[in-house]
């Protein structure tokens, strides 16, 4: 028997099939990791049941994490996705919910957030009264750089017209206190998602949309990390962009 895990479940009163939903699981193989204790896991699982939960994961499966422990420059990547949408959407669904005090999307159109959670601009709206802070970073839909990416993606849906969606959705939760949300350019090929230690970096490959493109965990572990350039590279963006309520024609 996996005690720890049953007792973590106790403790926050979650039934096998509560954690079967949020780690994207069979509530039978839930059950078998509780009673087979020798059976751990995959990476993933193992990270959306520790968030699920509000313990460590290394309370839940010791040798595991002791197995797949790093060190050295690496060690604040947590797991990659040769796809973006080949990463279960509970990863994103625990990383937005589990936020308390950061929330950055620096997606350069961030239109598949809307697309993806349900009630995303609900959530967010009780995260900013909550004190969240939440700050979108989005390209200028007018700017040169937006013209030739659309030249270069070649598709039906155009990055002005992503834009134009989240820019909507926004405006639906302007004048809140903690949500602020600027155009800037200088993300178009690198898209990075905060989520208070956490953070999402996708890498833009030429001639492809966001979803086909390579997809990062990071979390941060040590001082001027990978975390930390990300974050950085964010900070400076921001410091250019100008606030989208600024632009009469969104108005």
Known sequence: ??????????????????????????????????THPTRTPHARHRWAASQALGVEEADLWPSAVRVSLKTGADREM??????????PASLWRSLIHGARRELVFAGYTNYFLWLEHANLGNLLSKKAVGGCRIRFLIGDPDSSTTREREQEEDVPLTL???IAVTVGE???????????AR???GHVNISVFRFDN??????ILARRVGHDSPMFHVRREQNDGMFDRFAEHVEELWSRGRDIWENPRDA
């Open 78 to 87: 947590v797991q990659v996705f040769p796809y973006r949408s080949a990463a």
């Open 170 to 180: 926004l405006h639906k939760l302007r004048g809140l206190d903690n949500i602020q």
């Open 160 to 162: 002005s017209t992503r």
């Open 1 to 34: 028997m996996n005690e720890a895990l049953r007792q973590a479940m106790s403790r926050a009163g979650v039934s096998d099939q509560a954690l079967a939903e949020a780690c994207e699981v069979d509530a039978k193989t839930v059950n078998r990791w509780i």
């Open 198 to 203: 956490d953070m999402i970096v996708t890498p």
């Open 183 to 185: 155009y800037e350019t």
